[in-house]
């Protein structure tokens, strides 16, 4: 074997670090090894796991590597001088934060699957890659398996975007998708959830939506170059949606689902955004409608392109390992290369408040059953400005009711947040009515 | 002003040649003026178009650049050695061919929008951009504005991909959902299609599926490292699906559309693919049901990724010039840094016969309204091992129909196709079978 061709082996060699071996980090060493064969094939690479950092060493592991590539000596393995790149799959903000700077300041490229991270410190992780002169790579951090942060990134640098509305979390969806096909309440459906491994004992992050909030809070700063995080997505989450609503929903032709939502707001001087996370009334026809069970699906509409989606697994270990060897492959073609692709600038931008945004709603109240009551709360829509699409009304009778009440469904036109919130205000001031129901944004056919 | 400085500026322009200002180009030149100060804030690069290659240069074009930038020579464009960057956008096969072997041979990446070119000799084109180490793109060629050409290079490099379905022809999804929604014919729908622009006045290459042939054969290469020309996909059309298939689809819970479909066989020696397009009812809780109007979408379905869908516009001159544009600063970015996207080696692989292809089937067929006949049609799909899912029968009486005449609609179980066809001949071959009908592919459960 002449040197040469000792050099140019040596050279498609790309060795790896990862960081963390739960249930991502195992699904990609099998993936690794399965598809090593086609990423040489397709690149000339030869990807190789030199470390693997876990926080127990005496854990029995089922991965096809030997045992004295693990350490828990995670910082041994960003500052070993052999790793090209690092995997990071091991979640939480820290000690992940500062070993992924640390990586970048040593000059490898970072892929990372951390969510929470992101949301909390990408404009920090952002600069330091750029800094460093490398890449930093998080495909596996909003929507699973689905390849949608590259295409945003790369695709679409150009588009003119104006807003991306996602389904971005699995738990939700399946509780929605059982409490629309199953009739189940939200309790049995939470419960079914966790029976299945979908929802945690404690399922606040996914029912509240903050895990979605963390996603948007990512997808917001790539899709508009601004700081956003966590901190700044307006959070709604599914725990007051009531089989009432859904089946409301369904004899009115829509759907509920929980949506994340990144907009910008062009205005002569600076643009604004918003970002928020809450449920919402989607009309059959629209795509998202259509996404049942524990699938994520994003939505994005730009003033050229129109309105896409990208929809698929938003969780689990093999999608999401899918995900991280997608950009561990092109981490290690660009390390080859001496390329790496740039993230821009991220400038702080000014959010709207939800006050100023304008939207249709679906309200539920609960009211006297008698005459006039009607009227009275339809002159309060009138004397805030607040104009009613549709109205259904319901005498209620049974154990757990009051005598003499009546449930009174409607949809309202699209008006300022502000004044809706006003006229609930005011309707919540009527001696008729009882107590304010659901009140959950309706998705219009404009907005399609 | 220093030289420094100069040579700063002169490095970060980045100059185009366009070949072709029909709908497609002048869209990319409106919107390039539009997102060129965003190009430059992401990517520190001006993107300047410095000649346009037309057949016509007395046709007014209202489009917002200097006269003198148009030529009727485009050969003088590609092999004007102050052009950095070609962009074919003139469509047909001659001579855009010759003029993009002609621009990767001077060294210059090519973005082409021309699926008819890329279907018809994509190898060749392919080879001769990695022979000159520059960049081909052609993310506009198959599905608009859909970003999914570059999420299946790149992020999908290394994912198990065992099958890729896409509903790539918006004209024909556009008249499938006409006959759903408002009970039109075929005809019918068809000629609103026109007059609404959406299909041709020889529809022919919608109808017949010779478009969507085009772009599954260009998904196929991609996909498969594989060798997969136009000539190599079993094509059928959409223009005998009749209202009557329409309403037997709808009450049994499917949508029918025109399918194309790249599919990989593992096998223990070599690989089989097929790539085939096709009519197929698809179970309404498919993602692919819901793509209404002229819309277009991918479904890919890889073993660690799971189910993906891509949605969007796959045609207007809007989208399709976004998908040119994020191209474009693709190649702008890598030739600034000297990299280009590899698209590895295409190698033959054999072609599984359509016989050989085990799939679900709805057919038709008119028989004698009398005893015995179900009986005996029952026999036939027996003695052939064809295992009938569901059967309706239907009597049928008007002008047009002949006394005595029923209509049997039947779903069988999953059969290799040439179990099917020998069932149909023998059927034919019946005395109380007055004619076939009918014949198309269903998708069935465990195909999701």
């Given at each position: 074997m002449s040197a040469g061709s000792l050099s140019v082996v040596a050279e498609s060699v790309v060795r790896i670090g990862v960081l963390g071996c739960g249930t991502v980090g195992a699904s990609l060493l099998a993936l690794l090894e399965r598809q090593s064969a086609t990423v040489n094939s397709r690149t000339g690479l030869s990807l190789v796991v030199s470390r693997i950092a876990v926080r127990d060493l005496s854990q029995k592991r089922s991965v096809v590597?030997?045992?004295?590539?693990?350490?828990?000596?995670a910082l041994s393995v960003v500052s070993?001088?052999?790793?090209?790149i690092i995997v990071e799959?091991?979640?939480?903000i820290e000690p992940a934060r500062g070993l992924v700077l640390a990586a970048l300041a040593a000059g490898k490229p970072v892929v990372t699957a951390n969510k929470a991270l992101l949301a909390a410190h990408g404009s920090e992780l952002f600069a330091a890659a750029e800094a460093a002169g490398v890449d930093i790579l998080f495909?596996?951090?909003?929507?699973?398996?689905?390849?949608?942060i590259r295409p945003l990134r790369e695709?679409?640098?150009?588009e003119p975007v104006v807003r991306v509305m996602g389904i971005m979390n699995g738990t939700t969806n399946y509780i929605l998708t059982r409490m629309s096909e199953?009739?189940?309440d939200y309790s049995e459906a939470l419960a079914e959830a966790q029976a299945l491994g979908?929802?945690?004992?404690?399922?606040t992050a996914d029912v509240e939506g903050h895990d979605a909030a963390a996603k948007i809070a990512i997808v917001a700063s790539i899709a508009f170059g601004a700081k956003v995080t966590s901190a700044d997505v307006q959070c709604e989450g599914i725990?007051?949606?009531?089989a009432d609503d859904i089946s409301f929903a369904q004899r009115h032709g829509y759907a509920i689902k929980l949506l994340a939502i990144a907009e910008r707001f062009s205005l002569p001087g600076s643009d604004e955004l918003s970002a928020r996370v809450h449920p919402c009334l989607i009309p059959?026809?629209?795509?998202?409608?259509?996404?049942?069970?524990s699938f994520n699906a994003v939505f994005v509409q730009g003033d050229a392109v129109g309105d896409l989606m990208f929809y698929g697994r938003g969780a689990g270990g093999d999608p999401t390992a899918s995900a991280v060897l997608g950009d561990l492959v092109d981490a290690a073609v660009n390390l080859q290369s001496g390329a790496h692709a740039s993230l821009g600038a991220f400038v702080p931008m000014p959010f709207r408040s939800n006050d100023e945004l304008d939207a249709a709603w679906y309200l539920s109240l609960r009211v006297d059953?008698?005459?006039g009551v009607l009227a009275s709360i339809a002159g309060v829509f009138g004397a805030h400005g607040v104009s009613i699409d549709s109205m259904e009304q319901h005498s209620l009778s049974g154990p757990e009711t009051a005598a003499d009440e009546a449930r009174i469904d409607l949809i309202i036109h699209p008006a300022l947040e502000r004044d809706v919130r006003a006229t609930l205000v005011s309707l919540g001031e009527l001696?008729?009515?009882?107590s304010l129901g659901s009140t959950i944004r309706v998705l219009i056919d404009a907005d399609i």
């Open positions: 590597v030997g045992a004295d590539v693990f350490t828990d000596d070993d001088p052999s790793i090209d799959v091991m979640g939480g495909e596996a951090s909003v929507a699973g398996g689905i390849p949608f695709s679409l640098l150009a199953a009739g189940a979908y929802a945690e004992a404690d399922p725990s007051s949606v009531s059959n026809a629209h795509p998202l409608a259509a996404v049942r069970e059953d008698r005459p001696e008729s009515v009882r």
